[in-house]
């Protein structure tokens, strides 16, 4: 006599499923929209996993990473650099900078982990955030020496969800890279 | 316009000096409101942060954390701050003319200078030097103020104004707390 329930293969297929979700819902995203008007109006919004940009960077030719130096110059900055962020991590939230004219506003303020950046100009609006100790721990490990593509994902992962850079012309462009 | 220059010359080196101090938790405020154009710039930093990134800074007049004095006056600068620094308390200069009122006395080892302008910006300059920082003060050869030398001296700094412009044009406040 068949009992009730679920049958083996569904239950299958219901597990990975949910796994899968899981595992995607787990990873960090991140979201690039744009939207530009006119004639030639075009919104692109493009979600993808940070891993995948990781692995597509792995597979970057090493002559090609090789060939970027840089500058000595910023190698020499770099336990000021190094030393510029810590105290920024560690220093209370404040608003650090702000500067008001008649058509322009301009605003940095560090909130939490994050240095905040905020622009209302007459023409454009723009909003950035910058994860002060992501930024500090891939800086630490870099070698600064040679370009490393996993700098940047290394800041992303450290990132916090929602806006990490809009920019909002008075044409109707509207450029958005979100992490969730 | 020579005060004016003096005052801004003053405030770099102060400001310099205060960002150089090695005082955790203590920040250097500066306000600017230009009355005619409608900019306001608050400028809110805490010394480390200054302190950190003032040797990499790389501008006119600025390089490698010493401020270029940018004259070719010769002036024995040594003798001049020794001078000051050595001075009893009391009143310097008192010049009291038709554009502008200047005194600069000595107070408790604390350099003032106050300017009056009797023009159209009726412009009001208070700056302060405390005498560790003019103790700390050493210019080289090439008439370069050497801020490292002033973190030396500059940690006890006590919180207050150190400039205060006020005018009809502009209003510049700076100070640390």
Redesign the interface.
Known sequence: MRERGISTFPAIILAAVAGLVTAVAMMDWMVVDVRTTGEDAVHLAIPFPLVVGEVAAAFLPEEAVRDMRVPVEARQ?RE??L??LR??AE?PD?????????DELVVITKEDDQLRVAVDADDATVRCTVPIAGVLDALESWDWETFDPGLVFDVLHAAPNGDLVRVEADDGTKVAITMW | MRNRTLVVVAALMLVAGVASAQTSGRWININVDEVSTGTKVEVHLPFDLVLNVLDGVDVDHFHSGHVDLGTDVDVDWPKVLGAVKDAPDGEYVKVQGPEEDVQVMKKAGTLFIHVTGKGEDKEIVDVQVPASVISSFTVDADNRIDVKALMQSLADLPSGDLVRVTSSDANVRVWIE
């Open positions: 900055h000021q650099v030393a510029a105290t920024l220093m404040a608003t650090l900078v702000r500067v008001e004219t008649p």
